[in-house]
């Protein structure tokens, strides 16, 4: 007898910085109605996290084409950014 298990995949960005560097976190800005800032007073750091699927497709993925990111993390982006893409396209 076998068990049909689902998943299910939560996507997100998020970019993590120490609180003191609020001008690249936000520090309170407005982000367009896009994410939200969490506090991590374990790491004393500040993320600003992006989960809507749309807001990821519409906002984040044409961010990055346009400010490209450099070495690993230009490999590590193109992999998410694929993996974005199959999720939109509902081939994952």
Same mark, same amino acid.
């Given at each position: ?27 309170? %800005? =407005? ?7 969490? /506090? ?15 807001? /990821? ?7 990055? =084409?346009?400010?490209? /990111? %450099?070495?690993?993390?230009? %490999? =590590? ?8 893409? /199959? ?6």
């Amino acid at each position: 007898m076998s068990t049909l298990q689902r998943f299910t995949f939560i996507v997100l960005y998020s970019i993590i910085r120490p609180p003191h560097n609020e001008s690249r976190t936000g520090g309170g %800005r =407005d982000f367009g109605g896009i994410g939200y800032i969490k /506090l991590q007073p374990s790491n004393r750091a500040a993320s600003f996290v992006v989960t809507k699927l749309e807001d /990821l497709v519409n906002i984040i993925i044409p961010h990055f =084409d346009t400010y490209y /990111l %450099r070495s690993e993390k230009g %490999r =590590d982006y193109f992999i998410w950014k694929t993996c974005i893409k /199959l999720i939109e396209n509902k081939a994952h």
